[in-house]
T-cell receptor
């Protein structure tokens, strides 16, 4: 079965650079979630989108922005990168249809290293 | 704010031993509960979930969890672990009607052959 696809899988950037992470949800899933997992930490919710509209916002820095496109894929844009942004960024998708009880399926993550 | 607590962050045990990982959440309303497993270098995979009904939930790979509403707990159990169960285990909660998952700090479980 198709799973959530994230690209790139690994990304190395320098401080103050920008990065774009992409997430392709499972086909027919309409909701995308972004989580950040720092080294040895639990995943922290950043932001989510339902039908291309932001549906919830967590602890996402102002330097980050995200959007969901008409094909339901999502991109997380990160600017003025800091060393502390080094983390594993997970995307998850669900088939919500307005019902938020649906299970979230996680992608493999993008490991971002800021040097 | 809702939080999820997991204790005993590092657990080391031998094959065939029993495993129990505690999870407590702090939310008074209806809540969906999950246990995820993260094998080394891999993404989060769902072990089991509780939405409603029978409080004893059976998941994949022989895992089960019991929801005890009065204790705000959702403990994970496996009667006999295998070396392949070496992984990090995350408990997560989501208030009904909410999108985001709140994760606990995780339990790093190492099973010695």
């Amino acid at each position: 079965a198709a799973g959530v696809i994230q690209s790139p899988r690994h990304l190395i950037k320098e401080k103050r650079e920008t990065a774009t992470l992409k997430c392709y949800p499972i086909p027919r899933h309409d909701t995308v979630y972004w989580y950040q997992q720092g080294p040895g930490q639990d995943p922290q919710f950043l932001i989510s989108f339902y039908e291309k509209m932001q549906s919830d916002k967590g602890s996402i820095p102002d330097r980050f922005s995200a959007q969901q496109f008409s094909d339901y894929h999502s991109e997380l844009n990160m600017s003025s990168l800091e060393l502390g942004d080094s983390a594993l960024y997970f995307c998850a998708s669900s088939s919500t249809g307005g019902d938020t009880s649906q299970q979230q399926y996680f992608g493999p993550g993008t490991r971002l290293t800021v040097t | 704010a809702q939080s999820v607590s997991q204790h005993n962050h590092h657990v080391i045990l031998s094959e065939a031993a029993s495993l129990e990982l505690g999870c407590n959440y702090s939310y008074g309303g209806t809540v969906n509960l999950f246990w995820y497993v993260q094998y080394p270098g891999q993404h989060l995979q769902l072990l089991l979930k509780y939405f409603s009904g029978d409080p004893l939930v059976k998941g994949i790979k022989g895992f089960e969890a019991e929801f005890i509403k009065s204790k705000f707990s959702f403990n994970l159990r496996k009667p006999s672990v295998q070396w392949s169960d070496t992984a990090e285990y995350f408990c997560a909660a989501r208030p009904y009607g909410n999108n985001r998952l709140a994760f606990g700090k995780g339990n790093q479980v190492v099973v010695i052959p």
